[in-house]
């Protein structure tokens, strides 16, 4: 198990850009695949991006070329580097981590809202 602390959300204009953070607790971060998610008001929670243990990502087609993932595993951190914002991409988002399979471990999430 470990424990996620994100942080780096706030309020935009659409076009800015916001990193994310995300700190894990633990020592045995760098074995765990981390991911983002968001929620909408109104909408269910949606994959925005994964970081296996490996390195290698995987994005959401609606985030593809604006956003990266990365992960500093010196420092238990994954970020979510956020570019061209638009009003869409408003919402809560979440890091989570897991060794395979679910993802079993959860953040509390960051507000971003995107004005227009």
């Known amino acids: 198990q470990v424990q996620l602390v994100e942080s780096g959300g706030g309020l935009v204009q659409a076009g800015d850009s916001l990193r994310l953070s995300c700190v894990a607790s633990g020592r045995t971060f760098s074995s765990y695949n981390m991911g983002w998610f968001r929620q909408a008001p109104g909408k269910e929670r949606e994959f925005v991006a994964r970081i296996h243990w490996s390195g290698s990502t995987l994005y959401a087609d609606s985030v593809k070329g604006r956003f990266t993932i990365s992960r500093d595993n010196a420092k238990n951190t994954v970020f979510l580097q956020m570019l061209r914002l638009k009003p869409e991409d408003t919402a809560v988002y979440s890091c989570?981590?897991?060794?395979?399979?679910?993802?079993?471990?959860w953040g509390q999430g960051t507000q971003v809202t995107v004005s227009s």
């Open positions: 989570a981590a897991n060794r395979g399979g679910d993802w079993t471990n």
